[in-house]
């Protein structure tokens, strides 16, 4: 069992940056690949970016390439995402997820954290 739990979310104006953390206590982080997705009201769940176990290789939703910055930190058992550049429709519930395995891209995942809410004002 690996428990996941998010912080950093919180009301930006447009334009402005957040950075979502996501704590992951155990000995077990490294060995899983890690992914965040977000669910605006209405909406299913989106992909938004992941990370392989070493953080060797980055995935991005075309929504937020260039914008969001995904990062770990093995050591303290930590995922990242840096949100630059926010715009109103990244308003969302933000999720991070634990995997072992391919597929990072879909919600395929093995557990979730309880979310955080990221709002946007324009």
């Known amino acids: 069992q690996v428990q996941l739990v998010e912080s950093g979310g919180g009301l930006v104006q447009a334009g402005g940056s957040l950075r979502l953390s996501c704590a992951a206590p155990?000995?077990?982080?490294?060995?899983?690949?890690m992914g965040w997705f977000r669910q605006a009201p209405g909406k299913g769940r989106e992909f938004v970016a992941a990370i392989c176990r070493y953080g060797g290789s980055v995935y991005y939703a075309d929504s937020v390439k260039g914008r969001f910055t995904i990062d770990r930190d093995n050591a303290k058992n930590t995922l990242y995402l840096q949100m630059s550049s926010l715009e109103p429709e990244d308003t969302a519930v933000y999720y991070c997820?634990?995997?072992?395995?391919?597929?990072?891209?879909?919600?395929?995942?093995?557990?979730w954290g309880q979310g955080t809410q990221v709002t946007v004002s324009s």
């Open positions: 997820a634990a995997k072992r395995g391919v597929g990072l891209t879909t919600p395929s995942y093995d557990y």
């Open positions: 155990g000995r077990t982080f490294g060995i899983y690949s």
